[in-house]
């Protein structure tokens, strides 16, 4: 067997070897072949005209190439940029009280002389007078305070997946970036209308109905910010 110091000489080996390199690989891109966006891209839908267009050499057609062509996405496979920029802040405080006190209190004075009767059997000095006392005290207090500041600008281009039947779209779009060991991740689904999709081909984030919006990160230092899993069960399963 293999004393700890030469495992350890061996493993300094193989780090000055490499270059420094990490022993755990780079985290892999997500393949953009055969996502939905390459598919949505490799088919095309039926064409908005069946009939033929002869639209010859002039500049004033129609179509979506002429100079004024609405260049828009609104069919399947077609692209658009969505605008992310978020800057919402709340502050919410509540602060509520609550007190109550009541007291009662019943005597038995005279009752057919068993107050006198019971002063000769009780000793210590008991008496039937007061018979019954309550006393009862509640006090509550609560206060809630909520602050929140969130800010968020990116841009990122979608592709039209498809096209539902009152004419909305159907929208995915993703994007990822690597930097030193750290992927980044921004994804955005939902569906939007083309009436909402400006001239230069981009809709705002609050166009979006069913808008979906993440935004993380996936590599060592995403891990090294994530609790243990035994942490994690842990926090599931202890009672206190």
């Not at 190439?65 to 405080?93: C, H, K, P, Y």
């Not at 841009?155 to 096209?163: K, L, M």
């Amino acid at each position: 067997m293999l004393r700890p110091s030469l495992l350890l000489a061996c493993a300094m080996t193989l780090s000055a070897c490499g270059g420094g390199t990490p022993l755990v690989g780079q985290p892999q891109l997500t393949p953009s072949l055969m996502s939905d966006e390459h598919l949505a891209m490799m088919s095309s839908d039926m064409p908005m005209s069946l009939g033929p267009i002869n639209t010859g050499a002039s500049l004033w057609s129609g179509t979506r190439n002429s100079l004024l062509g609405d260049r828009r996405a609104m069919q399947r496979g077609d692209i658009l940029t969505v605008v992310i920029s978020i800057n919402d802040r709340a502050e919410f405080s509540n602060s509520s009280g609550q007190s109550r006190t009541a007291s009662q209190d019943m005597s038995v004075g005279a009752l057919l002389g068993l107050p006198e009767r019971a002063a000769e059997v009780l000793h210590g000095g008991a008496t039937l007078n007061p018979g019954i006392q309550l006393d009862s005290s509640s006090n509550f207090n609560g206060t809630g305070s909520v602050s929140r500041n969130e800010r968020l600008t990116l841009r990122v281009a979608a592709t039209v997946i498809g096209t539902l039947p009152n004419g909305a779209l159907e929208i995915i779009g993703s994007q990822e970036i690597r930097v030193n060991n750290e992927i980044r991740e921004l994804t955005v689904t939902g569906f939007v209308r083309t009436a909402d999709i400006n001239r230069q081909n981009e809709v705002s984030y609050d166009r979006i109905a069913s808008a979906r919006i993440s935004y993380g990160g996936r590599g060592p230092i995403s891990v090294a910010q994530s609790p243990r899993y035994g942490q994690q069960i842990i926090d599931r399963i202890a009672p206190f």
